[in-house]
Nanobody, 124 residues
Framework: VQLIESGGGLVQAGGSRRLSCLASGFEFASYAMGWFRQAPGKERGFDAAVSWYGGNTHYAESVQGRFTVSRDNAKNTVFLQMNNLQAEGTAVYYC??????????????????WGQGTQVTVSS
């Protein structure tokens, strides 16, 4: 399993950023995918998930209405559009496959291995 996240950078509070994750080593189109973040000094936590066909999405309460997850199965890529970023958005963002295609509450990763992540820093 290889997961390569990109698109991070420095963004002003209230700004937007679009992250991408290129996946390989498993049958991407057969798996739901998720985005997770790890802020400094905190554990990695769930942000968003999208079903294998892209028709069903689920978000953590903290990002609901501001983040949008999507995917392109032809390109083995999952995206995270982040709008109205705030200081708590400063974190390393990771993607991973996730179990299921409908969810409630937090969602856990499918695989133990992670990519290098992509750093997003929100400046005030």
């Amino acid at each position: 399993v290889q997961l390569i996240e990109s698109g991070g950078g420095l963004v002003q509070a209230g700004g937007s950023r679009r992250l991408s994750c290129l996946a390989s080593g498993f049958e991407f189109a057969s798996y739901a995918m998720g985005w997770f973040r790890q802020a400094p000094g905190k554990e990695r936590g769930f942000d968003a998930a999208v079903s294998w066909y892209g028709g069903n999405t689920h978000y953590a309460e903290s990002v609901q209405g501001r983040f949008t997850v999507s995917r392109d199965n032809a390109k083995n890529t999952v995206f995270l559009q982040m709008n109205n970023l705030q200081a708590e958005g400063t974190a390393v963002y990771y993607c991973n496959a996730v179990d299921g295609n409908t969810w409630s509450g937090s969602v856990g990763p499918q695989y133990d291995s992670w990519g290098q992540g992509t750093q997003v820093t929100v400046s005030s």
